[in-house]
Each structure stands twice: as structure tokens, then as C-alpha cells.
């Protein structure tokens, strides 16, 4: 069997993240598949990520696996000095593929090119969460009908955001327009405005986040901004509350939009946005589920 | 006469390599990169040699030893215009520019503190994505970094 981990969204074809997603689909349809049932899935979380871990040991349960694993560093042999590779090669003796989060960046990478199993990355410090993109994927593409040509806005922490610019590398394949809203402090790093002009993605940037900025979104992806991120509390407080989406920004708005999060949300969606029928956020994590059973099936090899 | 007696010794070389036009100031890095401190042939390294081209410079001639072009391309991290002359039977029978590897193996440290290669024992590998501009990436936790503000391990 071909061995297929999982480590970068940056390294799935077009083709490849568009059949993962049909993929995905066909187990929104039907969730329970017992395929898997003569497997055993290790999920091993040396930093704890309760809403990932879940979603993925669900998504294995719903399979038929069985799950082996540990959800804090504090629970393994990590605290005893065991090497990553030496966890990896005893786990790997057990399960038919791992499932792993690690607070080092380039943990995933790593653990894939030791493992005779294959790996899925679910989040290496800053680095990558494949997952969590794909998922953002297949709710773009459920709610919009098509991936292509798109106008996403995406807000807030635009710096730290490991998420939107993951979301960025992916949606290069699907000609998108991107608005890029965030303090100074916060602003889109320099590689990835390179990387918009080298791959001819259009995109605008401003401060200012009102009716009018979001008035022509397909797409508003929302991020938390993290007060840590700030060396200046006084600028924290002034901004805060700038990249909060609140109900009645959205009159405007067209009638396709969808509002994204990656979650968990603090104040940056006010609660009165959750009861109208554009807040996407909470299905979101759900397709999340689906996205993860098809994940696991490909590294796996098996086709849906 | 002693003088002239040094100048024949360090001139002469029947058979190695003369590693030329490195800039002054990086001649003992290059020294350690190429391992010269491990070696048992005869060596010479010319320290602060007046130059033209670059004011002052170093030059390493080693006898008896031809480098891989593993062993060559890693003075590129240091001194991107570096010399290599061949020397075979007195003579010069092969010139060669270093150039910059498109991967490099267990050469160059993360700066990133929170880099797996950083906190487990295992080799470091990085991806050149940019010859122009000498920027490198690091396999595992994939930040950039431009060569002139690398760490060699």
C-alpha cells in the first residue's frame, strides 16, 4: 500500500483537494461507514486541542476504527525525554495511521518521513493544519456551489493567522479576489502579498471594517485578535473592537454570503450574528467531521 | 632565501585543489566548512593576501584532495565567489565556480527556536526557493530565511 501522509495543504494538486472534497461530500450523505473496522487509529495530541482531537477521533469512530492515543504531552513518554521519533516508531507498531498535533513546527513533517504509517497533521505549532483548511474549504465550496472566482474577505489578525494564510496557498487554484482587513499591527505579512502577485491573485487591504468593505463578499472570513499579539495594550483596546462583526453590518451584505470562523470566538461576532441565516460558523466545524473521515480514507488509500 | 624557499613551497602543489578568492574576513569559516582541521595532507592557508578584485583575501590550496561538489557548494553559504583550481601535474586542468546546492543537508541551523530540528536529534534539510535573492527554506517548520542571516550547524 502506498504510503500518503498528510502534512501541508501547500502540497495538494488542484485536483487533489478537489477530489478530497467530493470525497468529503459523500460521507456528509452518509457519515457511518463501517470500512475501517479492522483498524486502529493512533491520535496522539502532545498539546491539547480539544475541538481537533474530537473531530478527528469521531471521524474514526464513524469509520469502524478503534482509537489509541493520548490528549496532552503531560499523559506520554514525552515528559520522560522520549524522542518524537522513538514515540512515533512505538505507536506506529500499534496503529495503521496516526493522527497527530505537536507544538513544534515541522513536528508533522518529521513524524511522516520516520513513519512506516501514515500521518496526518492535525496543527504543528504556527506552522500548518491542513484540516482545518480543508474543512474551510468544503464549506466555501458547499455553500458558494464552486470554489472559483470568489470574493473572500478575511479579518483580523491577519499576521499570527496561521488559518487564512493556509486558506490563501489553497485558493490560489480557484482564482480568487481577496480583501485583506486588519490594524497596522496586524496586517498581512509581506511573503504573502508576494505570493498573491506572483500567482495573479488580486486583492485590496484596508484598516476600515464596516458595511461598505463587506458590502460586494462572497466569503468573510473572521479571526480572533489576541490581545498577547500586542506589545501595546492601549493599542489592543482601540482595536478590539474595530473587527467585530456585529447583525446590522450585515443589511447590505449579498445574499450568498457566508460568514466564517475557525473558532473558538471570543467577541469578534457579536451573538446577534448567530440567528441570521449567514452565519456559517457552526456548520462549519461540523463539515469538519466529514472533511476529517475523507482525510483519513486517503492516507489510508481507500476509495469512497 | 628563505623567503624564496617558502614562496616555492606554497606555489608548488603537483596535485590538489587551490580554493582562491575568498574574501579575508571568511576564510576560517570556509576552512572549517571544507573540515580542513580533520585532514592529514598538506595544507596551506593564505591569510589577509593582497588582492585586486577584493582588497584583501584568503586562499586554502590542499594537496593530494579533490572535494565533491557536496563538499564544494557548501562554501556558497559563505563566500558565493569562491575559486576552485584543480591542480594535476603542476597544472591547472579544471576551474570551478561554487554554486549554490537546491538542498542542503545537515549544513545550516534553524533560527527557528520552536523548530522540530531544533528540540530532536536529527538532521536539518533546506530548500533553496530562490538562487537570486539566496533564500532558503527550511524543510520542517518552512520559514524563509535569507542566507546572509544563517547559522551553519
Do not use: W
Not at chain 1, 160 to 172: D, I, K, N, Q
Not at chain 2, 3 to 31: C, M, R, Y
Amino acid at each position: 500500500m502506498e504510503k500518503r501522509s498528510l502534512v501541508s495543504i501547500n502540497d495538494l494538486s488542484r485536483e487533489k483537494i478537489l477530489s478530497l472534497l467530493e470525497c468529503a461530500r459523500k460521507f456528509e450523505e452518509k457519515p457511518n461507514r463501517d470500512i475501517l473496522s479492522e483498524m486502529v487509529v493512533g491520535s496522539l495530541f502532545f498539546e491539547p486541542s480539544t475541538r481537533t482531537r474530537l473531530s478527528f477521533e469521531t471521524a474514526a469512530m464513524r469509520l469502524g476504527a478503534r482509537v489509541i492515543g493520548f490528549s496532552d504531552a503531560a499523559t506520554s513518554s514525552a515528559t520522560k525525554g522520549e524522542t518524537l521519533k522513538d514515540t512515533i516508531m512505538m505507536v506506529s507498531s500499534y496503529a495503521d495511521v496516526i493522527v497527530m498535533r505537536h507544538r513544534l513546527e515541522g513536528a508533522a513533517r518529521y513524524a511522516s518521513e520516520v513513519s512506516p504509517v501514515p500521518v496526518i497533521n492535525a496543527g504543528d505549532g504556527a506552522n500548518q493544519h491542513p484540516s482545518q483548511t480543508m474543512l474551510d474549504l468544503y464549506s466555501i465550496q458547499k455553500t458558494q456551489g464552486t470554489l472559483e472566482n470568489l470574493h473572500i474577505h478575511l479579518v483580523g489578525d491577519l499576521k499570527y493567522g496561521r488559518t487564512v494564510h493556509s486558506l490563501l496557498h489553497a485558493m490560489r487554484h480557484f482564482n480568487p479576489t481577496f480583501h485583506f482587513i486588519a490594524p497596522e499591527e496586524l496586517h498581512m505579512p509581506e511573503e504573502y502579498r508576494i505570493f498573491c502577485r506572483q500567482n495573479n491573485i488580486p486583492f485590496t487591504e484596508t484598516t476600515e471594517f464596516n458595511e461598505d468593505v463587506i458590502s460586494n463578499a462572497d466569503i468573510i472570513y473572521m479571526t480572533r485578535v489576541q490581545r498577547e499579539r500586542f506589545s501595546d495594550l492601549m493599542e489592543y483596546e482601540k482595536v478590539k473592537n474595530c473587527y467585530r462583526l456585529t447583525n446590522s453590518m450585515l443589511q447590505g451584505s449579498k445574499e450568498n454570503l457566508r460568514i466564517l470562523h475557525p473558532l473558538p470566538r471570543v467577541t469578534e461576532i457579536a451573538h446577534d450574528v448567530d440567528n441570521n441565516p449567514k452565519a456559517y460558523y457552526f456548520q462549519q466545524a461540523q463539515n469538519g467531521l466529514y472533511v476529517r473521515e475523507a482525510l483519513i480514507c486517503d492516507v489510508l488509500g481507500i476509495n469512497i | 632565501m628563505n623567503n624564496n624557499k617558502l614562496a616555492l613551497q606554497v606555489s608548488a602543489l603537483s596535485s590538489g585543489t587551490v580554493i582562491d578568492h575568498i574574501p579575508a574576513e571568511k576564510l576560517f569559516e570556509v576552512v572549517n566548512l571544507l573540515n580542513i582541521p580533520e585532514m592529514n595532507t598538506n595544507v596551506t592557508i593564505g591569510y589577509n593576501l593582497d588582492s585586486k578584485k577584493l582588497g584583501k583575501k584568503g586562499l586554502i590550496k590542499v594537496a593530494d584532495k579533490f572535494f565533491t561538489d557536496d563538499e564544494v557548494n557548501r562554501i556558497s553559504l559563505v563566500a558565493p565567489n569562491v575559486v576552485l583550481n584543480i591542480i594535476n601535474n603542476y597544472q591547472v586542468v579544471e576551474k570551478r565556480e561554487v554554486k549554490m546546492p537546491d538542498e542542503l543537508h545537515n549544513i545550516v541551523k534553524c533560527s527557528n527556536p520552536n523548530c522540530i530540528t531544533n528540540n530532536e536529534p536529527m538532521p536539518t534539510l533546506f530548500h533553496l526557493v530562490d538562487r537570486e535573492k539566496r533564500v532558503l527554506k527550511c524543510h520542517y517548520c518552512e520559514k524563509e530565511k535569507n542566507v546572509k542571516d544563517i547559522e551553519l550547524l
